[in-house]
């Protein structure tokens, strides 16, 4: 069976620090990959998705950026992290078949800017 | 770009209480999908529907395509169905645009 693990769980960043965000997903091969951002408790929003190693694209203008290095493996960053950068983020997975598949989520990153 | 509304935005329940929620949305989709975010923040998949009627246990979801609208019906509610339930519909081949979420919340 296919899991979708993310890394860390919580994090505490100061304003001005990196950031990197791993997703990676088992148990399936050539996954479309996607990364959201839920802030406040509600509503999420589609930041990347990659359909396939090294093809990203981007849905909101943002500080973040996002690379897909290996197949099974994404990862979302940014240089400088902003105070509006909080949030909870999801990494999520889908099977590259038609635009009629399910999408399953990893169990989110809390990200705390200070 | 599609819009999804989700109502109501709260719920408030005893336990035991039957509650539907809805989903309207503004264009036509080729996926939808309810989902529930429990208290940790956990996304779990309930339902993918893009039109008909499914069921699962004492959840069931209705999607009339042509309306544009979908329904979830939650009988007998317990106290472990509180959180808040996503609508979210695929318009194109990548892109899942979520609706605010409806947040129900079961009294012992």
């Known amino acids: 069976s296919q899991t979708i693990h993310q890394w860390p769980a919580t994090l505490v960043q100061p304003v001005g620090s990196p950031l990197s965000l791993e997703c990676t997903v088992e148990g399936t091969s050539n996954p479309n990959l996607y990364w959201y951002r839920q802030a406040a408790g509600r509503g999420l929003q589609l930041l990347f998705y990659?359909?396939?190693?090294?093809?990203i694209s981007s849905e909101v203008p943002q500080n973040l950026s996002a690379s897909r290095p290996q197949d099974r493996q994404f990862i979302l960053s940014s240089k400088k992290l902003l105070l509006s950068d909080s949030g909870f983020y999801l990494c999520?997975?889908?099977?590259?078949?038609?635009?009629?598949?399910?999408?399953?989520f990893g169990p989110g990153t809390r990200l705390t800017v200070l | 770009g599609i819009q999804v509304e989700q109502s109501p935005p709260d719920l408030i329940l005893q336990e035991g209480a039957n509650s539907t929620l809805r989903c309207n949305f503004s264009?036509?989709?080729?996926?939808l999908q309810w989902f529930h975010q429990n208290p940790w923040g956990q996304l779990i998949n309930l339902f993918y529907i893009p039109s008909g009627t499914k069921q699962n246990g004492r959840l069931s979801a209705t999607t009339v395509a042509t309306e544009r609208y979908s329904l979830l019906y939650i009988s007998s509610s317990q106290t472990t169905d509180s959180g808040v339930y996503f609508c979210?519909?695929?318009?194109?081949?990548?892109?899942?645009?979520f609706g605010a979420g409806t947040r129900l919340t079961v009294k012992p």
């Open positions: 264009d036509s989709v080729n996926n």
């Open positions: 999520a997975w889908s099977p590259r078949r038609l635009a009629t598949d399910t999408q399953y």
């Open positions: 979210a519909v695929k318009y194109n081949n990548n892109d899942m645009r």
């Open positions: 990659s359909v396939g190693i090294g093809q």
